[in-house]
Nanobody, 124 residues
Framework: QVQLVESGGGLVQAGGSLRLSCAAS????????MGWFRQAPGKEREFVAR????????YSSDSVKGRFTISRDNAKNTVYLQMNSLKPADTAVYYC?????????????????WGQGTQVTVSS
């Protein structure tokens, strides 16, 4: 069992930045690929970015590419999402998720453990 706790959300103006963190506990962090997802009001949860267990490969959705960066610090059991040039359309609850070691997909069903989410609100 892996426990995930997100933090760093908040209210920011359009064009601003936020850095989300997701702290993992319970099992060896490097056993897991990690991902970030988001869910806006009235919409389905969608993929944002993912990173391999070693951190040597990342992938982001087209909607955030060039603005968001996923990274991880395995010594701190933490995965990050640096969000720059935020837009009102980025407003959502952001979730981190842990998946199998070598998983590199973008499907929700591929991830086994989820955090409780952190709210990000971008004002225009």
């Amino acid at each position: 069992q892996v426990q995930l706790v997100e933090s760093g959300g908040g209210l920011v103006q359009a064009g601003g930045s936020l850095r989300l963190s997701c702290a993992a506990s319970g099992r060896t962090f490097t056993n897991y690929a990690m991902g970030w997802f988001r869910q806006a009001p009235g919409k389905e949860r969608e993929f944002v970015a993912r990173i391999t267990w070693s951190g040597d490969s990342t992938y982001s959705s087209d909607s955030v590419k060039g603005r968001f960066t996923i990274s991880r610090d395995n010594a701190k059991n933490t995965v990050y999402l640096q969000m720059n040039s935020l837009k009102p359309a980025d407003t959502a609850v952001y979730y981190c998720a842990a998946g199998p070691t070598y998983y590199s997909g973008t499907f929700l069903s591929g991830y086994d453990y989820w955090g409780q989410g952190t709210q990000v609100t971008v004002s225009s």
